[in-house]
């Protein structure tokens, strides 16, 4: 039987608390989205394991040398979003029903006003994986400054990739990986995005909408 979470949040929290822990240049943390998820598959033998599972959406503006926000020809400001998420089953839990495990984790962040423009994203593409490292990362040079960040992750079986992507204003990226993991998973990807004015993410008015998912099951 699996169990979902679905949500699409604006919820502030300390990001020091989690994160990917990524790779960054010339960029400066802007403000984030965080949520988390208890979720317990119901069990036949009434045995339910317990998972958790923590969702963060990171955004950080792209800087030059003496800090100043990056715009591009077209008088953009230039961020990158971080797109992170990681799905826990507890060690002491589900002793009965030890085939549960992660079947989903997705994200996905896209402009619903058509103020953001999407210029680039990594993954770009889909790819099965299998015990094995992927390197996740996007760079770009923009006004003679490169920025950009890449982060590895690890998979043992699945299939991870970029799902959606709508480049432009009013555009969209989702982020997404299936597959069987009985312990933990967890995600990353980078959005690259441009704006006429500089972007406040306290604002629930800024435009920009993040939803996440997650899976788990037998």
């Keep these: 039987m699996k169990q979902r979470d679905i949500v699409h ?4 929290e300390d990001v020091s608390s989690s994160s990917a822990d ?3 240049q010339n960029l400066t943390y802007v403000d984030h989205w965080k ?18 599972a923590e969702h963060l959406c990171t955004v950080y503006k792209a800087v030059d040398d003496e800090g100043a926000i990056v715009q591009d020809s077209n ?17 002491s839990s589900g002793f009965l029903c030890a085939d549960a495990e992660i079947n989903l984790l997705r994200s996905n962040i ?5 103020d953001v423009t999407f210029h680039g994203r990594d993954p770009a593409g889909t790819e099965r994986v299998n015990d094995e490292r992927i390197s996740v990362r996007h760079y770009t040079e923009v006004g003679g400054v490169a920025f950009g960040g890449d982060e590895v992750v690890r998979f043992n079986d699945g299939l991870f990739g970029a799902i959606e992507w709508t480049p432009g204003p009013e555009g969209s990226y989702t982020v997404s990986w299936n597959g069987e993991e009985k312990q933990i998973q967890d995600i990353i990807a980078f959005v690259d995005i441009g704006s006429d004015s500089k972007l406040d993410f306290d604002d629930e008015d800024t435009g920009i909408v993040w939803n996440y998912r997650v899976e788990t099951g037998f």
């Excluded at 949040?9 to 502030?12: E, L």
């Excluded at 961020?79 to 990681?86: M, N, P, T």
């Excluded at 896209?110 to 058509?114: A, E, L, Q, S, T």
């Design 75 to 91: 008088g953009q400001y230039r961020y990158i979003v971080e797109l992170w998420q990681q799905c826990t089953k507890s060690d």
């Design 9 to 12: 949040p604006a919820v502030n």
């Design 35 to 52: 949520q988390t998820s208890d979720l317990a598959p119901n069990c036949p033998q009434g045995d339910n394991p317990n998972f958790s």
């Design 22 to 24: 990524a790779n960054l």
């Design 110 to 114: 896209n402009d619903k006003d058509g």
